[in-house]
């Protein structure tokens, strides 16, 4: 039978219970036989963007070290970089033409082992991001390729005769906006792209391709690298009847019919694929983290692999795509993830996604929102994935006009699609000269918003998002609830609030987060927590006011959060 009880507490001196603790080391396995990336932050770095040491506007690799003092005082145990391999730069990267290399715009080898090793002496791990499912135009592979239909990299990439003269040989689009297929004359085959024309996809189903993928992995294991963020790992593979896809009704944001991408997109053999760079992970006790887009939680399900032997990270997409902010939703979706049985990986933006303090803004509450969303992701039952400047509450800066914009599906689909430099401007470190990330122009304007909204001003004020991240991420790694604790829903029926448990062993840490821009009362309903006379102390709160008093039940302020730990 359900114990109902209201609890009274005394709040008082809130803020003297803060105080920064120490971050906790990362470790092989726990007692309760968790992996370091279980309980690690991973903060997501995007080299552009971060920090230019050699002032050319463009971040680097040695910008990144420097700040590595930074990220540990933040809290941070691993840095996943976005590609810094040489590239044409036609996607920011993501089309490599060297997969082992550093691109001299970010510096050389030596730098980036200085990095490794200089994370190391602070337990921050190195994550790099692999792309498996294309290359670039100009990497050497496809060169050769492209130069004969008997070429020895013919079949690494997918050709393809038309259909008739001057069709291609199926409906597939790419995600870019553009036809899936390009001609090419010499050849007189198609090649397919699922992304830009400049980054053909590899043929995985080639042993040749799938072995020297995987040797391309040992070779950054071997200098160090802890793990992998796989791009695109949903279309590694395509029907190799090229069967077309059903269309739908209506069209997407280039104007094209929408397409039901059922034969190029999550073939079951991505698994076998997911599988053999797990083999190859585990060799070397490292993590791969997946670009895993899904629909549900049952096909996120799929890519931990039906024995644990895919990913370790497959990154739950899913929240990135809620509308607004409704407890409810947020209720059933993690009651859902939880349920699954695997361990979660929380994201709320990236790189590719509007920035999450954007989307949720209200212009009224926005620091408010940043530190409840920070306190939802942080304090759940798994890993989580920080994106850079999140943690100042940045937001989008998107071009203004389309003669500003950088990246190429900003330039074709303008303005229903404005592409991704919004998410994507340089780290605001200062309120000085270009936010202190470079004395050159940067390769992406720095917003206004900088001069409030920096490392350097938000450091010396205790309100600000910043100061509730470090204060949260101390939390984060000495709470053993937070670290170990399961997830336990309570006052379930309410709209406008999320509230849980994370309960391990005699205690538990009790998170209230008001969703809503309206106070909200709410009652010290803990009967979950199965605590006889409980005692709670309050760990961290957002509020403005502080609250003072007994109460049987909370004032929460809007879009504020309340983190208390219960004893017995
Ligand atoms: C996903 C990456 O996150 C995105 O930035 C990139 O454009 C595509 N994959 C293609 O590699």
Redesign the pocket.
Known sequence: MKRKFAMAILLAAVACLMTARGNAQTKGVDTEGHAWWQHAVFYEIYPRSFADSNNDGVGDLKGITAKLDYLKELGVNAIWITPCFPSPQV?FG?DVSDYEAIDPMYGTMEDFDRLVAEGKKRDIRVILDF?V??TSDQHKWFIDSKSSKTSAHRDWYIWRDGKRPGQPPNNWLSTFGTAAWTFDAKTGQYYYHY?YPQ?PDLNWRNPAVEKAMLDVTRFWYKRGVAGFRL??VDTLYEDPNLTDNPVLPGTDKFGRPNMDEIHNKKLPEVHDAMKKLRTVADEYGSVLIG?TWTSNVDQLKDYYGAKNDELQMPMDLMMTGFKGLSADEYRKHIAAVNAAGHWPVYVIT???IVRSNTRYADGVHNDDIAKMMAALYLTLRGSAIMYYGEEIGMENNDPKSKDDVQDPIGKLGWPLEKG?DGERTPMQWNHETNAGFSVAKPWLPVPASAITHNVASEMKDPDSVLSFYRKLLGLRHTEAALLEGDYVSTNEDNPNVLTYLRRYKGEAVLVILNMSAVEQKVPFELSAAGLREPKLEVLLTSFHKQVKGAFAVMPMEPYSVFIAKITK
Request: net charge negative; glycine share 0%.
């Open positions: 996607d993501y792309v499912n294309h992304f980054q791009d695109a670009e990236n790189h590719d991704r």
